[in-house]
């Protein structure tokens, strides 16, 4: 093939091939990606850190009070003075739900499974991304690009191996973010006002998944009174 016939295909946009071929392209870059992050996650991990340890038991001390979350408020509240938590633990709800589940699965050895999520969560971050390429009528070069930067990005990957919120934060942020551009591009059919909703109600899940989404908040009240 030539260099032209490369060029050509390179700046074909991804969602004119055919739906065969970017079916196997998803395939092939999950199996590409899920191996890649299974080596970080237990190979470079997997990583209990102090902040996920500290999360557990708040996890278990949710578990031991049948999910009360009055009562779980209440007593966190006083506990986190004790671990040096800024946040209040409730701000982790979500998370703290997610770490019960590792730990149903492997009790002592949650973090294998913590992290074994964390992969799942990664590998459907990525091809989230290249499906909203898609949506947005990108170019192959530039879906590729995603995939490379998905694949070799050491700053976002490092959390993949670690007992941390930020996979799961990176991939509920990016959801939002889809619905966003959902509402945007539905606004002429008079069906937005669902998609708006739903991004803020999303929103508000990732503040209890890791408590740093307001400027998340804030940038779609932006774009919903200007765009």
Same mark, same amino acid.
């Given at each position: 093939?030539?260099l032209?016939?490369? +060029?050509?295909?390179?700046?074909?946009?991804f969602?004119?091939?055919?739906?065969?071929?970017?079916?196997? =392209?998803?395939?092939?870059?999950?199996? @590409?990606l899920?191996?890649?992050? %299974?080596?970080i996650a237990?190979?470079?991990?997997? &990583?209990?850190?102090?902040?996920?340890?500290r999360?557990l038991e =708040?996890?278990r001390?949710l578990?031991?009070?049948d =999910? #009360? %979350?009055?009562?779980f408020?209440e007593?966190?509240q006083?506990?986190?003075t004790?671990?040096?938590?800024p946040?209040?633990?409730?701000s982790?709800?979500l /998370?703290l739900? %997610?770490?019960?589940?590792?730990?149903?699965?492997?009790?002592? #050895?949650?973090?294998y499974?913590?992290v074994?999520? #964390?992969?799942l969560?990664? +590998?459907?971050?990525?091809?989230?991304l290249v499906?909203?390429?898609?949506c *947005?009528?990108?170019?192959l070069? $530039?879906?590729l690009? @995603? /995939?490379?930067?998905?694949? =070799?990005?050491?700053?976002a990957n490092?959390?993949i191996?670690?007992?941390q919120?930020?996979?799961i934060? *990176?991939?509920?942020?990016?959801?939002?973010f889809?619905?966003?551009?959902?509402?945007? +591009?539905?606004?002429?059919?008079?069906?937005?006002?669902?998609?708006w @909703? +739903? $991004?803020v %109600?999303?929103?508000? $899940?990732?503040q209890f998944?890791?408590p740093?989404?307001?400027? @998340? &908040?804030?940038?779609?009240?932006?774009?919903?009174? /200007?765009?």
């Open positions: 093939m030539s032209q016939s490369i +060029t050509h295909v390179l700046g074909l946009e969602r004119s091939l055919s739906l065969e071929k970017r079916r196997v =392209f998803y395939f092939l870059m999950g199996l @590409i899920t191996s890649i992050y %299974l080596v237990y190979g470079y991990g997997p &990583i209990e850190t102090p902040d996920g340890r999360e =708040f996890s001390l578990a031991s009070l =999910f #009360n %979350l009055m009562q408020s007593l966190s006083q506990a986190k004790a671990v040096d938590m946040q209040a633990p409730i982790y709800l /998370f739900l %997610l770490l019960h589940i590792s730990d149903l699965i492997a009790a002592e #050895n949650w973090v499974a913590l074994g999520i #964390n992969v969560v990664a +590998t459907s971050t990525s091809l989230l499906r909203i390429g898609e *947005c009528g990108l170019s070069a $530039a879906i690009t @995603i /995939f490379g930067f998905s694949a =070799f990005t050491w700053e490092q959390w191996g670690m007992s919120s930020e996979s934060f *990176c991939l509920t942020s990016l959801v939002t889809l619905f966003v551009h959902r509402a945007m +591009t539905t606004s002429a059919t008079g069906k937005s006002g669902r998609w @909703i +739903t $991004a %109600l999303m929103a508000i $899940a990732c998944v890791r740093t989404s307001l400027p @998340i &908040i804030a940038l779609i009240t932006f774009v919903f009174f /200007f765009s």
